[in-house]
């Protein structure tokens, strides 16, 4: 069974990176309104479960892939290795600028800079830091590369012998139920000590509709559940306009305020939780499953612009936050103008980034870690075009929000 190629995921990554942006731009330009328009901007954090669905799905399909098709499962060591290759250094030199740069972090201690560093701020009170905030999302999503190898491993110890996707399937389903829960007792309790609802058991849910995906990908195209999958897949507007109306019911009062200053209910934070898992997953559905060359919208994802553009979205997340800060003074400026205006110049900024510092990283350092223990790691790297993986494995490099 060769690996497919999902042409479009990288123009996906552009949505989900936008509307990261454009949901802090708004909050920074006086647009969180409580009006229907205000509330659907402060949900745009939606790229959000875009990016971790896209996570679960590309950087658990080669483990399922492999129990299909009785292989190993690839190394642990080289998985983490190559993750931490690809997401630490851009996120160390945006941590070094806001900390030493920006006037809100002058009185940052050692122990700030220590926990921002290891991107453990989440698990103290102190875990925000100006133009760092958004980095929380990036905390959770490191704690799921932590344990993804051993969460398919237990998966499929649980399934019993052999490739059995109907047990990992409900296993999946099962593991869904952690987040709503977790995210209502979390924002419940007011004894917590810590951001608990922005632990990983909260979001649990969005990587796990990714892993379905993967599970369904590698099964046999004539079990019947891949066949529907590939029906429901083949229209994309079907899909978008159920994750549209989900949107639109998620913009409403059952999510909560539009206020970053107000903490959400429980109830509210885990109907926020199960919403975006379904709007994830039904984004992301046709562009998995389906014909990945039909219609002009998959071909747009896929077309070189957003490709490129994709590529460099990790580092678009990554600077518009501090850019931000420091382009525009707060409540003074229009929506347009802020979200513009930060999205262009993060674009540069993501752009000298790859180019300088993440693509040459991965080039060169990449396979310091081999796939196989005992095998001889490859000198400069991987040698390929684009230097990030060949275009089998590609995929699995997935970017954060």
């Known amino acids: 069974m060769s690996p497919m190629r999902y042409p479009s995921l990288n123009g996906l990554r552009v949505i989900a990176a936008t509307a990261v942006v454009a949901t802090h731009t708004a909050f920074w330009s006086a647009s969180y309104t ?6 659907a901007l402060a949900r745009l954090d939606v790229g959000v479960a875009l990016f971790f669905a896209l996570s679960g799905f590309l950087l658990s399909q080669p483990l399922f892939r492999a129990a299909a098709e009785g292989r190993p499962a690839p190394r642990t060591g080289a998985f983490l290795w190559r993750r931490a290759l690809r997401i630490l250094p851009a996120y ?3 941590v070094v600028a806001a900390m030493s740069f920006l006037p809100g972090n002058e009185d ?10 290891g991107l453990v701020q989440l698990y103290s009170r102190d875990w925000t830091g100006s133009g760092l905030d958004h980095a929380w999302s990036l905390s959770t999503e490191v704690a799921f590369y932590l344990v993804l190898p051993w969460l ?20 999946l389903g099962l593991l869904s139920l952690v987040g709503p829960a977790w ?49 429901l897949g083949s229209s994309l507007w079907t899909c978008w306009a159920g994750a549209a109306a989900l949107f639109l019911i998620a913009s409403g009062p059952l999510t909560g305020p539009v206020s970053l ?26 562009l998995v499953f389906g014909d990945q060359t039909a219609g002009r919208t998959r071909r747009l994802l896929a077309s070189r612009p957003l490709n490129w553009l994709g590529e460099v979205s990790y580092g678009i997340f990554l600077f518009h936050m501090p850019l931000m800060l420091v382009l525009w ?32 990283l991965v080039q060169r350092f990449r396979n310091v870690v081999p796939d196989r223990r005992g095998a001889v790691p490859e000198p400069g790297g991987a040698g390929h075009a684009g230097g990030v993986s060949p275009a089998p494995d590609r995929p699995a490099e997935s970017l954060t929000t």
Not at 108 to 117: C, E, K, P, S, Y
Not at 333 to 339: C, G, I, K, R, T
């Open 34 to 39: 409580p009006d229907t328009a205000g509330h």
């Open 92 to 94: 160390w030199l945006l």
């Open 108 to 117: 940052a201690t050692a122990g700030d800079w220590f926990r921002f560093l």
């Open 152 to 171: 398919v491993a237990g998966l499929l110890k649980v399934g019993g012998s052999g490739w059995r996707p109907r047990r990992l399937l409900a296993g």
């Open 183 to 231: 995210i209502y007792w979390s924002a419940s309790d007011a004894l917590v000590l810590a951001p608990l609802e922005l632990w990983l058991p909260a979001y649990l849910p969005w990587f796990a509709a990714g892993m379905a995906m993967a599970v369904l990908s590698v099964s046999a195209p004539g079990w019947a559940p891949v066949r529907r999958a590939s029906e």
């Open 261 to 286: 200053d107000v903490a959400f209910t429980g109830a509210e934070g885990a109907t926020k939780v199960v919403l975006f898992t379904a709007i994830a997953a039904l984004v992301l559905w046709p």
């Open 329 to 360: 003074e707060p409540f003074t400026h229009s929506l347009p103008v802020v979200l513009v205006g930060t999205w262009g110049v993060a674009v540069v900024a993501a752009a000298l980034s790859y180019r300088f510092l993440e693509r040459p």
